[in-house]
């Protein structure tokens, strides 16, 4: 398990899962605009943290079915545009190490809200919490 | 120019099946339309994350107490 970013007040430490990577962020073309928000948002996050002021709650109860308790996340690109300018998220997952260190563990990467038959990145992370889609 | 038939290929796969096309693993989910679609494949689950790593969900109490502060923007 790699954590990224250093441990400086106001900053949470993240792990990104080789294999939650592949399938999140991989899977998407290379070079492609997407991709390249995905991997510059890590870059930054390994080397400066994630800043706790650029984290927003996720929904417990969402009107698409999807529950995300006790989940966060970011707008991507990283960046102080306006949100409705950011069209990508990373859904991250809190967990507690043995020695109860807390981290944000990326649980999803996609669009907020993209065209309908595919899946936003909301309910790819729900998925990934509950083993199956909301509509399942 | 004339057109040439095209004989579908018959799959036998519904909602929740997951499939490989060249070399690329797909959920089956719905379209919400009536029909199905293909969404890139999750096969890692948070349990198997949370046992992989030797760790494990904040409880609700954990998660009031060091992140409840955290606005929400009621997207999703």
Same mark, same amino acid.
Request: glycine share 8%.
């Given at each position: 398990?790699?954590? #990224? ?19 999140? /962020?991989? *899977? ?13 948002? *890590? ?10 002021? !650029?984290? =927003?709650?996720? #929904? !417990? $109860? ?13 707008? =991507? ?19 507690? #190490?043995?020695? $109860?260190?807390?981290? =944000? ?15 936003? /990145? ?5 998925? *990934? ?5 909301? $509509?399942? | 120019?004339?057109?040439?038939? &095209?004989?579908?290929?018959? %799959? ?5 099946? %997951? ?8 959920? &089956? ?6 029909? &199905?679609? %293909?969404?890139?494949?999750? +096969? ?9 790593? @030797? +760790?494990?969900? %904040? +409880? ?15 997207? @999703?």
């Amino acid at each position: 398990m790699a954590t #990224s970013g250093p441990r400086r007040p106001g900053r949470v430490p993240v792990s990104f899962d080789a294999d939650v990577w592949s399938q999140e /962020v991989e *899977r998407l073309r290379a070079r492609g605009p997407m991709r390249a928000a995905a991997e510059r948002a *890590r870059e930054e996050i390994a080397a400066h943290g994630m800043p706790r002021d !650029a984290l =927003l709650a996720c #929904s !417990a $109860d969402g009107e698409d079915g999807t529950s995300l308790a006790r989940c966060l996340k970011v707008y =991507l690109p990283l960046n102080d545009r306006p949100a409705s300018e950011r069209p990508c998220a990373f859904v991250f997952e809190l967990a507690a #190490s043995g020695d $109860d260190r807390v981290m =944000l563990r990326l649980i999803a990467y996609g669009e907020r809200h993209p065209a309908p038959a595919t899946r936003s /990145v909301y309910e790819r992370a729900h998925k *990934r919490l509950h083993g199956r889609y909301p $509509d399942q | 120019m004339s057109g040439m038939a &095209v004989a579908a290929k018959r %799959l036998d796969v519904s909602v929740g099946d %997951l499939v490989e096309i060249d070399g690329r693993s797909y959920d &089956v989910v719905s379209d919400k339309a009536g029909g &199905v679609a %293909l969404e890139p494949a999750i +096969t890692v689950f948070s349990a198997e994350l949370h046992e992989r790593d @030797g +760790t494990r969900p %904040l +409880t609700a109490e954990e998660f009031d107490e060091q992140f409840g502060d955290v606005p929400g923007d009621g997207e @999703g």
